[in-house]
């Protein structure tokens, strides 16, 4: 089996997708990240645990020396905001990207990815694992296997809530004032409930509405944040005329994941805060084998059970990091929904959803970056809620309601938490 030479970029959670690539297959050969602190931290972390030969191994600050290397293959796992250029520069180099969610953080990069790849011998995966929990696999298999009928409507939730006393979480994930996470917008970080229904049913959304639920932080929370909004509720429109509803990174209710598919003849839902399974058919149209309401732990049924128990996020990361080293291997692009169109689909939804919010649910249409109309129409569109690479100012407000911003008191818990 041909090796594959793997460079990680990004220290903290391109640390973690590390342990999956090397249980893959892959070959962890360097390492890039600007903040030398983490960059040092993460090589000693991955060397005790013998994921890298420290004798086959480098760490860069600089990406294009990173480069130069020698690599198959990149996993993109910077800043939230910040994939795209360095996307580009692997497929002018013909290098194969694993991408950290979203593509992309503008439209016009989405266009840019877009052209950037149909010049290039690169493969490319958006590393979205919430397809491949236990549950979403499961409801996919159902879906796949036509007993629910045609599927018309699908929910999805992600739910990230953090408490004011979880400053691990602050310093590990918020460590600076101007940090991404202060001003991504409700729609943003979408992949995680939206990417599982794409997969299930095979749909790709063309029309998106979003509403705002504005809800800050409580004035003794530790706070450097300036989106109010607790939430948002994202609807599509979908290619096959199905809807769905979802959320970005949600913080109502408990932490957790829930999705429900609904068909024809009957749905299927993961019972929130579990893994379990619950498959619903009509007393008319049950199938053969099954009950009206089938309530079950879904098994894994995968040859490699014993490195998907290992991996994070409830199993789902090795079964990525399989997924994007076989496509390298055999040297073809991802499906639906871990392709490059599916991947700036996603994020247009993200983008344009977010403009939806600000203007109180006026629809906005999603391009089909296949058509160059389309893409002309985009190509120039810089519009983000986001501080650049650059440091240059956002240019839309992050909030439905730009004059929000942190009280003087939350700064403070917030800077006192940090230099700690």
Same mark, same amino acid.
């Given at each position: 089996m041909k090796e594959i030479r793997v460079g990680i970029f990004g220290a903290g959670r391109g640390a973690d997708i590390s342990y999956d690539q090397h249980m893959a297959g892959g070959?962890?050969?360097?390492?890039?990240?600007? +903040?030398? @602190?983490r960059r040092e931290d993460a090589v000693r972390r991955l060397a005790k645990d013998k994921v890298i030969d420290e004798n086959d191994f480098t760490a860069y600050e600089d990406f294009d020396k990173f480069l130069d290397h020698g690599l198959d293959a990149v996993v993109i796992a910077n800043y939230f905001n910040e994939h795209a250029p360095y996307i580009i520069k692997c497929f002018e180099r013909g290098i194969h990207v694993l991408t950290e969610c979203i593509s992309n953080s503008t439209m016009a990069e989405g266009v840019e990815l877009i052209r950037a790849h149909e010049k290039s011998t690169s493969i490319f995966m958006l590393a979205e694992n919430y397809p491949q929990?236990?549950?979403?696999?499961?409801m996919k298999k159902i879906c796949d296997g036509g007993s629910l009928g !045609?599927?018309?409507y699908a929910e999805g939730e992600y739910n990230h809530p953090t408490g004011a006393a979880d400053v691990d979480f602050i310093r590990r994930y918020r460590y600076f004032? !101007? +940090?991404w996470r202060h001003f991504s917008g409700a729609t943003y970080y979408v992949t995680h409930s939206l990417a599982p229904l794409m997969a299930a049913s095979g749909a790709t959304p063309k029309r998106v509405i979003a509403l705002p639920i504005f809800s800050p932080y409580e004035e003794d929370y530790p706070n450097a944040c300036y989106v109010g909004d607790n939430s948002a509720i994202i609807t599509t429109l979908n290619d096959d005329d199905s809807v769905f509803k979802f959320v970005g990174c949600s913080k109502f209710g408990a932490h957790g994941n829930s999705y429900r598919i609904c068909g024809t003849k009957g749905q299927i839902e993961n019972v929130r805060g579990t893994d379990k399974i619950m498959l619903r058919y009509n007393d008319w149209n049950i199938p053969e @084998? !099954?009950?009206?309401?089938?309530f079950y732990e879904p098994s894994w049924n995968d040859f490699d059970e014993d490195k998907i128990i290992k991996s994070g996020h409830g199993g789902a990361d090795y079964p990525v990091a399989r997924m994007f080293l076989n496509c390298v291997r055999e040297n073809k692009q991802p499906l639906h929904p871990y392709d490059l169109h599916s991947a700036v689909t996603m994020s247009s939804v993200a983008i344009l959803g977010f403009r939806s919010m600000l203007e109180k649910g006026v629809p906005y249409d999603i391009p089909d970056f296949h058509?160059?109309?389309?893409?002309?129409?985009?190509?120039n569109d810089r519009l983000s809620p986001f501080y650049g690479p650059d440091g240059s100012a956002p240019t839309l407000p992050c909030c439905s309601r730009p004059d929000y911003k942190p009280s003087e008191h939350q700064l403070e818990l917030y800077r006192n938490i940090i230099k700690d």
């Amino acid at each position: 089996m041909k090796e594959i030479r793997v460079g990680i970029f990004g220290a903290g959670r391109g640390a973690d997708i590390s342990y999956d690539q090397h249980m893959a297959g892959g070959k962890i050969v360097a390492l890039c990240d600007f +903040h030398k @602190g983490r960059r040092e931290d993460a090589v000693r972390r991955l060397a005790k645990d013998k994921v890298i030969d420290e004798n086959d191994f480098t760490a860069y600050e600089d990406f294009d020396k990173f480069l130069d290397h020698g690599l198959d293959a990149v996993v993109i796992a910077n800043y939230f905001n910040e994939h795209a250029p360095y996307i580009i520069k692997c497929f002018e180099r013909g290098i194969h990207v694993l991408t950290e969610c979203i593509s992309n953080s503008t439209m016009a990069e989405g266009v840019e990815l877009i052209r950037a790849h149909e010049k290039s011998t690169s493969i490319f995966m958006l590393a979205e694992n919430y397809p491949q929990m236990i549950f979403n696999r499961e409801m996919k298999k159902i879906c796949d296997g036509g007993s629910l009928g !045609k599927i018309l409507y699908a929910e999805g939730e992600y739910n990230h809530p953090t408490g004011a006393a979880d400053v691990d979480f602050i310093r590990r994930y918020r460590y600076f004032e !101007k +940090h991404w996470r202060h001003f991504s917008g409700a729609t943003y970080y979408v992949t995680h409930s939206l990417a599982p229904l794409m997969a299930a049913s095979g749909a790709t959304p063309k029309r998106v509405i979003a509403l705002p639920i504005f809800s800050p932080y409580e004035e003794d929370y530790p706070n450097a944040c300036y989106v109010g909004d607790n939430s948002a509720i994202i609807t599509t429109l979908n290619d096959d005329d199905s809807v769905f509803k979802f959320v970005g990174c949600s913080k109502f209710g408990a932490h957790g994941n829930s999705y429900r598919i609904c068909g024809t003849k009957g749905q299927i839902e993961n019972v929130r805060g579990t893994d379990k399974i619950m498959l619903r058919y009509n007393d008319w149209n049950i199938p053969e @084998g !099954k009950e009206e309401i089938n309530f079950y732990e879904p098994s894994w049924n995968d040859f490699d059970e014993d490195k998907i128990i290992k991996s994070g996020h409830g199993g789902a990361d090795y079964p990525v990091a399989r997924m994007f080293l076989n496509c390298v291997r055999e040297n073809k692009q991802p499906l639906h929904p871990y392709d490059l169109h599916s991947a700036v689909t996603m994020s247009s939804v993200a983008i344009l959803g977010f403009r939806s919010m600000l203007e109180k649910g006026v629809p906005y249409d999603i391009p089909d970056f296949h058509r160059e109309e389309d893409r002309v129409k985009w190509e120039n569109d810089r519009l983000s809620p986001f501080y650049g690479p650059d440091g240059s100012a956002p240019t839309l407000p992050c909030c439905s309601r730009p004059d929000y911003k942190p009280s003087e008191h939350q700064l403070e818990l917030y800077r006192n938490i940090i230099k700690d």
